[in-house]
């Protein structure tokens, strides 16, 4: 959206993510489904402030699901960083 020296620029994402895993726990076979639905949000405000300067504004808000790792690892794993 332009409104003379003004732009507005706005986003809205979601994401789906869909996890099936098998494991064992006491010998009995686990299969977990787990569904994860993460929002993204951004906008943006622009102003010219002459020929050759513009100023820009930024805000955003985004969700990332769980990695595999983080969800079923047992003790120490990479992503623990620890």
Not at 2 to 10: F, P, S, T
């Amino acid at each position: 959206l332009r409104l003379n020296q003004w732009e507005l620029e706005a986003g809205v994402r979601a994401d789906r993510r869909l996890l099936n895993s098998y494991y064992f726990e006491q010998n009995v076979l686990q299969s977990p489904e787990l569904r994860f639905t993460a929002p993204s949000l951004s906008l943006a405000l622009a102003r010219n402030l002459n020929q050759t300067l513009k100023a820009r504004w930024y805000a955003a808000y985004a969700v990332r699901p769980p990695a595999i790792n983080e969800l079923y690892s047992r003790g120490l794993h990479h992503g623990s960083a620890s």
